[in-house]
């Protein structure tokens, strides 16, 4: 079974969330842009997307949607976890996530400081199946509007 968690960070502190497995994708244009609203896997998504985070602990897939259509997330960045033989600890885990999504990162992408935006940051991490069967070492970064769905890119949104 593919899993994944799902990790939610608010003004720096942790809470894990919710589990993903699944393995469908959406129809892209050349670009890769979501055309039209579809469950995708979250091991196929990609940064860009746009879609609604489920409510629950355990999570097939999200449904995507173009940025333009409203949505409560978007992911904004992928990369791979090094230095490690095992699954880092939730501690460290953390710190790979603060380390790889904010920063820089969360800054060029929204177009202000995370401590001074009104998006929240959530990732897609590893779990410990995905981890020691499919060599899974992707961070998805991933910003949310918890208080009303976005209709544009966040790219860029200063929000």
Sequence with gaps: ???????????????????????????RDEAGAIVEEAEVDAFNVRAG???????????????????????????????????????PTSTEMEKIVIDGCLGDYFTNFVGVPYEDSALELTWFEPSDDTWDQLDDREIVCIVTNEAADMTSDAKGSNL
């Design 1 to 27: 079974m593919r899993n994944r968690v799902i990790g939610v960070m608010a003004v720096g502190l942790l809470s894990l969330g919710a589990v993903a497995c699944g393995g469908a994708d959406a129809d």
């Design 49 to 87: 997307d746009c879609f609604n985070m489920p409510d629950g602990i355990s999570v097939e897939s999200v449904t995507a949607s173009p940025c333009t259509e409203p949505h409560d997330s978007q992911a904004f960045r992928l990369f791979e976890i090094t230095g490690f033989e095992v699954l």
